[in-house]
Every structure is written in C-alpha cells, then in structure tokens.
T-cell receptor, first 111, second 114 residues
Framework: NAGVTQTPKFQVLKTGQSMTLQCAQD?????MYWYRQDPGMGLRLIYY???????DKGEVPNGYNVSRLNKREFSLRLESAAPSQTSVYFC??????????FGQGTRLTVV | AQSVTQLDSQVPVFEEAPVELRCNYS??????LFWYVQYPNQGLQLLLK??????LVKGINGFEAEFNKSQTSFHLRKPSVHISDTAEYFC????????????FGKGTLLTVNP
C-alpha cells in the first residue's frame, strides 16, 4: 500500500543513548518532514527536506540531526537522548502544496 | 513567518449540537490552509483544505470551513456532531515561499458528550 512508513513504533531509551528513527515514503514526493507532538503543544516541526539532498531546520531542531538519504527516505537521529525528547514523532510528506500524508508515529520514551 | 493560532484548547459539546473550532493564521503572503483530525493513538488525517477558489470548503464527515482573508481566519464547523467526532483537531498553514513548510496550531480537543 502506498504511504509513509515509520520505524520503530515504540522505543525506550536511557539518557545519553543514541538512536535513529526511520521514515520511508513510496509516493514519489519531493518534500518530507519530521514533527514531534507533545500534549498542549501541537505538532512542532523539527526538520524538513524540500527535496532530495536538502534539509532545513524547523522550529525545534536542537538535539536532532537528519539525513535525506534519497527521495524515499528521511531519517531523524538523536545523538544523545534526553528526557525532554520524550515525545511522539511523526514523519510526513506533502503532495506539492496540498495534502500531507503522515506516518503512524513513533512513541519515544527517554528515561 | 507564518503561524497558526487555535483559540480554544478544549471544546466540550453535547451530541447533535453544532460546533465551531476557531483558527487564525498569520502570513504576509498567500496561504494554503488545512484542518487535520487525530483520533486517539492514531496519526493525522486530512479533513479539508483551502488552496484557492471558493472560500467555503467542505470536507469529510460533514465538516466545513470558511476562509476569511480579511479576518485571517479559517474556522471549522459542523452543524450536528456525533460521539465519534471526539478527537483532536489541528489547523495548519503553508504560505507562499515557505518552501513547503507546514505549520500547525496547538490543537483543539473536541469532546462530544451524550
């Protein structure tokens, strides 16, 4: 099925550990986003990629890095996880300036 | 810079009552506006969008929204809500020249009570 696939769905990390959240889309869209969702804060943009080979900071980039590996894949890396990074992470890809398609989310807990 | 303000964090209503969820945006250029819905423990789904043309747009599940450029608003309405409409609703904007950056409001939790 066409869509956005995120892995893993759940993850528990210890403070200081690193991990990479994976996102892949098979809709041949140019743009991809990473958001975090926290209660009462809505979705805040971490990083986005307007096209293959380009990435830009969003609203809350500190503590994260991204890689746009190719047109399909956009990964988010936490180099040294902190409890403040406990959140639900969503990857999304818009069709031009229209509808954005979202993955099912990754629920990350940092203890 | 673009931004979105959702004026109500929570809206409780009774079943079959009308509802309006308010959204105001800020942008110095042309905008594209969206409403998304998130049911518990799920991702986001598009309810409706305004790209151009008629300012009244209709979406899924009986929702509609009206784009008002002079008031920079894009309020979401439904004439009669159901228990199943209980969810969090997010207003979002893309403005021209933003390189497709999609900005969300903080969300409005709609709770429909029997």
């Amino acid at each position: 099925n066409a869509g956005v696939t995120q892995t893993p769905k759940f993850q528990v990390l210890k403070t200081g550990q690193s991990m990479t959240l994976q996102c892949a889309q098979d809709m041949n869209h140019n743009s991809m986003y990473w958001y975090r969702q926290d209660p009462g804060m809505g979705l805040r943009l971490i990083y986005y990629s307007a096209s293959e080979g380009t990435t830009d900071k969003g609203e809350v980039p500190n503590g994260y890095n991204v890689s746009r590996l190719n047109k399909r894949e956009f990964s988010l890396r936490l180099e040294s996880a902190a409890p403040s990074q406990t959140s639900v992470y969503f990857c999304a890809t818009p069709k031009g300036q229209g509808r954005a398609f979202f993955g099912q989310g990754t629920r990350l807990t940092v203890v | 810079a673009q931004s979105v303000t959702q004026l109500d964090s929570q809206v409780p209503v009774f079943e079959e009552a009308p509802v309006e969820l308010r959204c105001n945006y800020s942008s110095s250029v042309s905008v594209y506006l969206f409403w998304y819905v998130q049911y518990p423990n799920q991702g986001l789904q598009l309810l409706l969008k305004y790209l151009s043309g008629s300012t009244l747009v209709k979406g899924i599940n009986g929702f509609e929204a009206e784009f008002n450029k002079s008031q920079t608003s894009f309020h979401l309405r439904k004439p009669s809500v159901h228990i199943s409409d209980t969810a969090e609703y997010f207003c979002a904007v893309i403005s021209g020249g933003s390189n497709y950056k999609l900005t969300f409001g903080k969300g409005t939790l709609l709770t429909v009570n029997p």
